[in-house]
């Protein structure tokens, strides 16, 4: 019986370095992979030259991870990574594409969607700003490109959103001929693959082609959750009209029931929050009161038209470390400037939270409330929320 048990140790034992040892070799190999090809392709030019194997597209890179790796060998400059951003422009452009959600996702590129991108002329950089994601970090980063300061932590707080100061123009402050102007100075080379599919070569959309154009998103509700916190109630910037102008407004049209006298005192329920974001006519109007502080809640393609200015990289908030870390590379910019560290946990995307601010408000609300945001969700690749639907 014991000598069961020792044989049976040993096998364990010899399993376990055998274990260790694979995984060893392995990691090696990619490591030699990496230093042999990742390291050299970091210009954006080198990067677009690469044609993409579309037989993998649309299959997730982890899930198919021979694969990959055969293709991989034979497309040296694609890292994992570039994989994963080129089937989220793939997906955006086909949701484009489709009839029925054009509504929500043709948006006219108005002076409200110009406003919301920034631009580094020095290198070549248009940003759109999406609330909640980290932007703030962003914008220090672009400040810093500008020339303005030296480093990223060198910029007081409060002038990041001082668009008067922080010397970061939008896109807006130019004239149209200027926007024509990076619209069209690059002559483009249809012969070269590029990330986006160049024919036909449309010129009727925003193209701004000699600019590197991107933009973060983050899971639609877990984003309008973070926005109702932030600014109804905890307020941490201390900006008063969220609670004292735009609150008393939709409660009022919105809260199933209410006594005058709790009105002011009780504040906004995400409940009457979630009313009114669902409610696509009765909204127009308060939006147009309500002015630019619509941007916390308004969809990201009311922000950035996705369909109608071909950004080369959408990040997503959950995966910001490694966007984060491939715009800059794209963007040729990752000596220059380093993005502030994430805090661990902070954006990972959290179910419970979402259930528990869900909780209170009734299913057809929420269901309304999605196809308000379908857009959203399909343009990015998040997942219907199904637990809070059925
Ligand atoms: C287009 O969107 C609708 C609504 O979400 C969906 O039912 C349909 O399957 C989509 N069509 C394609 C071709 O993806
Ligand atoms: C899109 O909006 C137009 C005008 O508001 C409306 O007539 C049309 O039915 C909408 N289409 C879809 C697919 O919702
Ligand atoms: C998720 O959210 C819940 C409720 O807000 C919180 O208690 C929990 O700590 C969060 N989990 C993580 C991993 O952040």
């Given amino acids: 019986m014991r000598h069961h048990w020792l044989f049976l140790g040993a096998c364990g034992w010899v399993l376990l370095i055998l274990v260790f040892v694979t ?12 230093e042999r090809f990742g390291g050299q392709s970091s210009t954006t030019s080198e990067l677009r030259a690469v044609k993409l194997p579309l037989s993998t597209v649309g299959k997730t890179v982890s899930q198919q991870p021979d694969q990959w790796r055969a293709q991989s060998s034979a497309t040296p400059a694609m890292t994992e990574w570039d994989f994963v951003v080129e089937k989220r422009l793939q997906l955006l452009s086909a949701v484009c594409k489709n009839n029925s959600l054009m509504n929500l996702t043709h948006i006219p590129i108005s002076k409200f969607v110009l406003d919301r991108i920034f631009v580094c002329d020095k290198h070549n950089i248009l940003f759109c700003q999406t609330p909640k994601v980290g932007n703030t970090q962003w914008k220090k980063v672009l400040i810093t490109l500008n020339g303005a ?37 690059y002559t483009y080379n249809c012969e070269i693959p590029r990330w986006r599919e160049c024919s036909p070569c449309r010129t009727t959309q925003l193209w701004l082609k000699t600019y590197f154009k991107f933009f973060i998103v983050r899971d639609p509700f877990e984003r309008l959750i973070s926005a109702f916190s932030d600014k109804f109630i905890k307020n941490p910037r201390f900006e008063p009209w969220y609670r004292h102008n735009i609150a008393p407004v939709i409660i009022r049209k919105y809260r199933r029931s209410h006594r005058d006298s709790d009105l002011a005192a009780a504040g906004l329920h995400f409940e009457d929050f979630v009313r009114y974001l669902g ?49 800059l590379k794209r963007a040729a910019i990752e000596r220059l400037v380093s993005y502030p560290s994430i805090p661990p946990g902070i954006t990972r995307y959290n179910k419970t939270k979402i259930e528990r601010y869900f909780s209170g408000v009734s299913k057809r609300d929420i269901r309304r409330l999605y196809v308000r945001y379908q857009g959203d969700f399909r343009l990015f690749g998040y997942p219907t929320p199904d637990f809070l639907l059925n």
């Avoid at 007081?156 to 102007?181: A, C, F, W, Y």
């Avoid at 909204?283 to 916390?296: K, P, S, V, Y």
Wanted: net charge negative; aromatic share 8%.
């Fill in 23 to 34: 995984k060893f070799i392995s990691r090696k190999a990619v490591d030699e992979y990496e």
């Fill in 149 to 185: 300061f030296s480093g990223v932590e060198e910029i007081p707080e409060n002038l990041v959103h001082d668009h008067e100061k922080n010397g970061l123009p939008r896109l807006s402050s130019m004239t149209p001929q200027e926007i024509t102007h990076r619209n069209t100075t």
């Fill in 279 to 327: 409610d696509v006519e009765g909204r127009r109007r308060l939006d147009r009161q309500f002015g630019e502080h619509i941007i916390h809640w308004t969809t990201y393609a009311e922000l950035c038209a996705p369909c109608d200015i071909r950004y080369d990289v959408i990040g997503h908030h959950e995966t910001l470390e490694r966007d984060a870390a491939h715009i």
